[in-house]
């Protein structure tokens, strides 16, 4: 365990070091910002900002979640820390997690300061402490640390380039899974095409049910169950992604 | 050689329960979804096409989109109607943001008449679709309600709309105090309370019946004082200040309770109405924003 928490500590101090990164947290601050500007332009409807602010985090968090996921796993190897690392009394497996939590630490430091940066907006814009707000930012979190965990599941078999095509398509796809299955059932798909099409949405990570931007947005109820669900399907996919990803990485040669 | 194959295959089991549970979690999910609200239909854009592409950025494509159609309303003035078929498109990709329809609802039927003729039946089509699918927003029915009264001359329709926009959560008080009284005034009492007559009698509808009876009453009670103030010139040569004179020189038993809780007053020149200055509980409670 204490070898897991060395290992995340020290992915943090690297990873905040790298000046893309906050490159990527200026610009969604920027971002933020330029929200004020576009607040006046829909005559400061409140939820069309929160929309605007809700959006800018989620889309810099995907960034920061896919430059981190696809290049650390990489530059540890190319920078032979990994060799340094595992000559010591540290399991693959511990490394393994060492990074993906690590990496959860980062993001959770964007997301943070992305997130103050919105709180503050919709108290300036007078909407009061937007809770359903933060709510909503800590979904895309949990959205995020999937996306994370498939990123450094895919790192331990592809090349950094490919790790960055596998997992972007993996954000497109596991948002358009539900739009895919209901459109099979309304082209009344049968037989075994629609026996895949299922298969797909069951299996591939569906990633629509940690938006609950809606729920800040628009007030639309969402059951705690469903919340419940959500939080527990992200916990399994990550345990299966990183289950996965030491199973491969155990077998690797370095 | 055993105890290795026998662990692989025990990760093999794990990966593969890890991956029913998955499977079984989805499923579960699906169970408690909330579904969508339905797209505008007829806005000739595929809503599939459009959530197929959204990566669950929906609301805020819509607000950007927003922003541009928003200055098109003016176009309308000459006699380019694209704002028509981008506010449909809007409608579309989120159809629970209400403030395009609410903006279209107030704007439309101030279109000149010759370049635009259908300006308010378009505003009354487009107000319709934001009140079966979008967020509750009082102004929808509020501003539609004008329109019936204003533009349509359509009293009765008026006072329906107006009665959904004060049971709107999030009403103002101002918007709240005037739908509930619309249509008031001693010159309207009448037309107003056998429109509100004809209305509890020809819907099959109870909660609607039960309100138009609840507005009914409020009409009868304004009705009451003020004939009771005409009874109390009659004998006391000028109009009562108040209504506790009524009871205090026995012409009324009590006060008549007002279903909306409104306190009623006497006007100088005899007429009833209703007490600005104290208005009742609900409505003094700030709307949550």
């Given amino acids: 365990m204490r070898n897991i928490f060395v290992i995340a500590k020290n992915t943090l101090k690297l990873e905040v070091r790298e000046k893309i990164l906050y490159g990527i947290i200026i610009f969604g601050l920027l971002y933020i910002f330029f929200t004020l500007f576009l607040s006046d332009l829909v005559l400061k409807e409140l939820p069309m ?77 007078h909407g009061g ?98 919340f419940a669900l959500a939080v527990a399907y992200a916990a399994v996919y990550i345990i299966l992604l990183l289950s996965a990803a030491i199973w491969i990485f155990d077998k690797k040669e370095i | 050689m055993a105890t290795a194959r026998s662990f692989r295959f025990s990760k093999s089991v794990l990966l593969a329960l890890l991956l029913l549970l998955i499977v079984f979690l989805q499923y579960e999910y699906d169970a408690t979804k909330v579904p969508l609200a339905p797209s505008a239909s007829g806005s000739g854009v595929s809503p599939l096409m459009i959530r197929m592409a959204d990566l669950g950025f929906s609301p805020a494509i ?33 159809p629970k943001m209400s403030y395009p329809y609410a ?32 967020d509750p927003d009082w102004r929808i029915a509020y501003y539609m309600a004008m329109n019936y009264y204003l533009g349509l001359n359509d009293m009765k329709d008026a006072l329906l709309y107006f009665d959904i ?77 108040s209504t506790s004179e009524l009871v205090a020189k026995g012409i009324l038993s009590a006060i008549p309770q007002d279903p909306f809780g409104f306190t009623f007053i006497i006007n100088k020149d005899g007429t009833s109405g209703i007490d600005l200055n104290k208005l009742p509980s609900y409505i003094l409670t700030e709307p949550a924003t």
């Fill in chain 2, 165 to 241: 926009a004060a049971r709107t959560p999030g009403v103002p008080q101002f918007a709240e105090r005037f739908s509930l009284n619309f249509g008031i005034g001693s010159n309207q009492r009448e037309t107003t309370k056998e429109l509100w007559t004809t209305i509890r009698d020809s819907t099959n509808d109870e909660f609607t019946k039960e309100r138009a009876q609840t507005y009914i009453d409020h009409l009868d009670d304004l009705d009451i004082i003020q004939a009771a103030a005409a009874q109390y010139k009659e004998q006391y040569g000028v109009y009562p200040t």
């Fill in chain 2, 103 to 134: 903006f279209s609802v107030l704007t439309l039927p101030a279109v000149p008449t010759k370049a635009f003729p259908d300006g308010l039946k378009d505003a009354m089509v487009i107000g319709n679709r934001g009140l079966q699918t979008a």
């Fill in chain 1, 49 to 125: 900002v929160k929309s605007f602010g809700l959006t800018g985090i989620y889309f810099f968090n995907a960034i920061v979640a896919l430059f981190l996921g696809t290049t650390s796993f990489f530059k540890d190897v190319d920078r032979k820390v990994v060799y340094f690392i595992l000559s010591k009394p540290v399991s693959r497996a511990q490394f393994v997690l060492g990074k993906f939590f690590g990496l959860c630490m980062v993001l959770l430091f964007a997301s943070v300061i992305l997130s103050v940066a919105y709180i503050g907006l919709i108290l300036y814009e």
């Fill in chain 2, 62 to 94: 819509a607000s950007f989109l927003w922003a541009t159609t928003m200055p098109e309303i003016l176009d309308l003035f000459r006699d380019r109607t694209e704002y028509l078929g981008d506010e449909a498109f809007v409608n579309a990709v989120d």
């Fill in chain 1, 129 to 226: 402490f937007d809770t359903l707000g933060l709510l909503a930012i800590a979904m895309q979190f949990l959205e995020m640390a999937l996306f994370l965990a498939f990123a450094i599941f895919v790192s331990t078999f592809s090349s950094s380039l490919l790790s960055i095509v596998y997992t972007s398509g993996v954000f497109f796809l596991g948002h358009v899974v539900s739009t895919i299955l209901d459109a099979a059932k309304q082209i009344g798909l049968g037989g075994m095409r629609f026996v895949l099409v299922e298969i797909l949405y069951y299996v591939f990570p569906n990633l629509e049910k940690f938006d609950a931007r809606d729920l800040a947005i628009h007030a639309v109820a969402m059951p705690f169950t469903s």
